[in-house]
C-alpha cells in the first residue's frame, strides 16, 4: 500500500517542480484516496508506475504495509526472559558504556566476554541508554539470516516504543530506497543490518554496535573492497559516535588496538548466573585406528567408527539417555569433500576450478563449491574405467548417516546451506530444535552463530583438521575462534556443559589453547609469532592479484609488476613478497596469481601501487586486484 510521506508540503513541491505534471497528479489523487495499492494505481490514475517508483525512490510517498492476521508462532528462544538485574561485571561494563555515550569524541570499545557472559544484554541496555538521548543505533551483525535469536530479542525489547528497520540483501531495491529516506528523514531508531548497513544516512548516529566483530564476513570481497568494522570506527571517529565492538573470540587485529590503547577494553569474564564454562576432552584420532588394529580380531574401523569415536558416541548416548541435546559441528556440507577411484587413485576435479567435486549423496551428484558446477555421480573411473570410488572427507551428510546408525531413536536435525534454502528454514530448524522435537543437532558452522539453547548439554567436534591447515596466516587464529565459539554452545543453561574435539593434530596450539578456554595465552602466543614475521597486525597487508587466461600470460604479468613495484616501493617499511599461484589456482576457470607485501605505511604504499598500475598501458587484458587487509588468501 502507498500513502504520503509525512509532513509533506504539497504546494511547496508543486511550486518547485513545474514540469512534473504525472507526478503532481499522482500526489493530489493519493492525497485524497491514500492508501492505494501499487498495483492498483496505474490503472486506476492512468499515471504510469514509474513514476510511482519514482516519487517512492525520492521518499514523497512512502510504503505502508498490511499483514494478514495469522496465528502466532511462539518464539524462537522462549527461555529468553530479559533478566531484570545485572550481574555485577554487565553493570560496570555498562557503565563504562554510559560514561562514553556522554563524551563528545568517544574511544571505540572492545567488549570482550566469554561465551554465554550476557554481552548480547550488555549491548541491549547500551541502546537503551542511546536513545533515551533521542540519538539513532546502528546495530552491524555478520549474516542477517544467521541472526533471528538477536532480532527477536531487539525486537521483543525495543518495538513498542521505537522504530526499527532491517537492512540486508534480500531486501528489494524499492525496500531499500524506502528505508534509505526513512534514516535520512531521522524515522528509523534502531536499523540492524550488515556490513552495507554502515553507509546508512544518519542524522543522529549515537550508537554503533558491530557485534561478532572477527567474523571475516564483514569484509567485502568485490569491489569496493572494505571491512564493515573498520569503516564502523572511522565512522564513529568522523560523526562522534561510539563504536562498540563484541566478541568471545576478538580478531587479534582488534585485541592489539586494545592492547595499545587505540580502544579501550571491557572484559565479561564470568558466563551469568556463575554458569560453568564447558569441560573440553580432546580425542586423537590417530590413536583410535592403533587401538582397533591391537585388537584381537584385527577387523578394521567401519566408516560410522572413524568417523564418530568410542569416547564420543558413548558421551552422546549418556546425554540422551538424560533427555539432555546434543549438537554436532562439522566445517563441510555434503558426503564427502572428494571422490576417489579405488584403482587408480584419480580424484575427480571440477573443471572450471583446482579442486575436486563434492559428493552429495542427496541428490546424489557432485558438486563443486566455487562454482557451483554439477555432475552426476560417474559409472566408472574417467582415467582406468574401473567401477568403484571411495569417499575422502566427510561432510554433514555422511555425520548425519552415521549418527543415524548409531541412535536409530534418535530425532536428528541437520542444518547446512542444502538443508536451509529458502526465507523461514532457519526459524522453523531454530524453533524445531529450541522445543525439544529433536535430540541431535548436525551442522556447518550455521550451529556455532550465538545460538543458545540451555538443554545442549555436549558439543561434539567431528572434525577442525582441515581448517588448521589451511595455507592461510590467519588459519590458527580462524580455527581457534570457530573452537571456541562452537563450545559455547555448551552448557549454558542449568546443566553443565562438554565438548568433545576429534583431531590427528592434538597438540596443535589452537587446539590445546581452545581446551582451556585461554584466548589471553593463543593471543599473546600468536602475537609474537606474528611479530615475528612482520605480519599483521603489525604490519598492514596487501594482496595483489592477477586474474585472467592463460596461466603462462598470468603468471609473466605478475613477475613483471612485481620486479617494477620492488624498484619502486619496497624500503624498510615495505616487504614486497614474490608473485605465486594462488593456493586454489584456478576458480570458475580464471588462473589466480598472487603478490602479498606488507607495510607500516600502508597508505603510501598503497597510493603508490595505484600509480604503477593506472601508469602501465598493457596488462595483456589480466585483470589486477588491489585488496587492503585481506581476509580471503586462498583464491
Not at 539470516?145 to 522504530?163: D, G, K, N
Not at 613483471?560 to 624500503?571: A, G, H, M, N, P
Request: charged share 25%; glycine share 6%.
Amino acid at each position: 500500500m502507498l500513502s504520503l510521506a509525512p509532513d509533506l508540503d504539497l504546494l511547496l513541491f508543486q511550486n518547485k517542480h513545474k514540469r512534473a505534471k504525472k507526478e503532481k497528479e499522482a500526489l493530489a489523487y493519493l492525497q485524497k484516496f491514500h492508501p492505494v495499492r501499487l498495483s492498483e494505481l496505474p490503472q486506476k490514475t492512468g499515471i504510469p508506475r514509474r513514476t510511482w517508483n519514482k516519487l517512492l525512490e525520492k521518499g514523497l510517498l512512502r510504503a505502508v504495509l498490511t499483514e494478514k492476521k495469522k496465528a502466532s508462532s511462539p518464539p524462537i528462544f522462549p527461555c529468553y526472559t530479559p533478566p531484570q538485574n545485572l550481574t555485577e561485571e554487565q553493570r560496570k561494563a555498562l557503565d563504562f558504556i554510559g560514561q562514553q555515550l556522554e563524551d563528545p569524541k568517544p574511544k571505540p570499545i572492545l567488549l570482550f566476554g566469554v561465551t554465554g557472559s550476557g554481552k548480547t544484554e550488555v549491548y541491549l541496555h547500551a541502546m537503551a541508554r542511546c536513545l533515551t538521548q533521542k540519538k539513532q543505533v546502528l546495530f552491524l551483525v555478520p549474516e542477517i539470516a544467521l541472526t533471528p535469536q538477536l532480532l527477536e530479542r531487539i525486537h521483543a525489547r525495543f518495538a513498542s516504543s521505537y522504530t526499527l528497520g532491517c537492512w540486508h540483501s534480500r531486501i528489494s531495491r524499492g525496500e531499500k530506497a524506502h528505508l534509505w529516506n526513512q534514516v535520512l528523514a531521522n524515522q528509523i531508531d534502531i536499523l540492524i543490518g550488515t556490513r552495507s548497513a554502515i553507509f546508512a544516512p544518519f542524522r543522529s548516529l549515537g550508537l554503533i554496535i558491530v557485534d561478532e566483530e572477527h567474523e571475516s564476513s564483514f569484509k567485502q570481497e568485490e569491489s569496493p573492497r572494505y571491512h564493515g568494522r573498520d569503516v564502523a570506527v572511522m565512522r564513529g571517529r568522523l560523526e562522534g559516535s561510539l563504536v562498540l565492538l563484541g566478541s568471545a573470540t576478538p580478531s587479534l587485529e582488534s585485541y592489539y588496538n586494545a592492547l595499545n590503547a587505540k580502544y579501550n577494553l571491557v572484559e565479561l569474564k564470568k558466563r551469568v548466573e556463575e554458569r560453568k564454562l564447558p569441560l573440553v576432552s580432546i580425542i586423537d584420532l590417530r590413536k583410535q585406528k592403533q587401538r582397533a588394529s591391537k585388537t584381537e580380531t584385527q577387523k578394521p574401523l567401519s566408516n560410522t567408527e572413524e568417523l564418530i569415536s568410542r569416547e564420543l558416541k558413548e558421551a552422546i548416548e549418556k546425554r540422551l539417555d538424560k533427555k539432555e541435546q546434543v549438537i554436532l559441528y562439522i566445517n563441510h556440507r555434503g558426503y564427502s569433500s572428494s571422490l576417489q577411484c579405488s584403482s587408480c587413485g584419480y580424484v575427480l576435479p571440477c573443471p572450471n576450478c583446482s579442486i575436486s567435486l563434492s559428493y552429495h549423496k542427496i541428490p546424489g551428484v557432485l558438486n563443486c563449491h566455487l562454482c557451483n558446477y554439477s555432475s552426476s555421480f560417474p559409472s566408472f573411473c574417467p582415467v582406468c574405467k574401473a567401477g568403484k570410488f571411495k569417499f575422502l572427507g566427510s561432510g554433514t551428510e555422511k555425520v548425519e548417516e552415521s549418527i543415524r546408525k548409531l541412535f536409530p531413536a534418535a530425532r536428528i536435525l541437520r542444518m547446512d546451506s542444502d538443508t536451509i534454502r529458502k526465507k523461514g528454514d532457519l526459524e522453523q530448524a531454530l524453533r524445531a530444535f529450541s522445543q525439544h522435537d529433536y535430540d541431535i543437532l548436525v551442522g556447518t558452522q550455521m550451529v556455532a552463530k550465538g545460538l543458545d539453547f540451555p538443554h545442549v548439554s555436549l558439543v561434539g567436534i567431528v572434525s577442525i583438521d582441515s581448517l588448521l591447515h589451511l595455507p592461510d596466516f590467519r588459519a590458527s587464529e580462524k580455527s581457534f575462534q570457530q573452537l571456541l565459539q562452537v563450545s559455547g554452545r555448551s552448557g549454558r543453561g542449568s546443566i553443565e556443559g562438554e565438548v568433545y574435539i576429534q583431531t590427528r593434530t592434538p597438540y596443535h596450539p589452537a587446539i590445546q589453547f581452545a581446551r582451556h578456554h585461554d584466548y589471553l595465552g593463543f593471543a599473546e602466543q600468536e602475537l609474537e609469532f606474528r611479530k615475528s614475521l612482520s605480519y599483521p597486525p603489525f604490519y598492514r597487508a596487501i594482496m595483489i592479484r592477477f586474474v585472467g587466461n592463460p596461466e603462462e600470460k598470468v603468471k609473466y604479468l605478475a613477475q613483471v609488476l612485481t620486479r617494477e613495484i620492488k624498484e619502486k616501493i619496497e624500503d624498510d617499511t615495505t616487504l614486497v613478497g614474490t608473485p605465486s599461484p594462488a593456493p586454489i589456482v584456478k576458480v570458475k576457470s580464471q588462473y589466480h596469481y598472487q603478490l602479498f607485501i606488507r607495510s607500516l605505511k600502508v597508505l603510501e604504499a598503497s597510493q603508490k601501487l595505484r600509480e604503477i598500475l593506472l601508469d602501465r598501458k598493457e596488462t595483456l587484458g589480466i585483470t589486477l586486484r588491489i585488496d587492503i587487509d585481506p581476509q580471503d588468501l586462498l583464491k
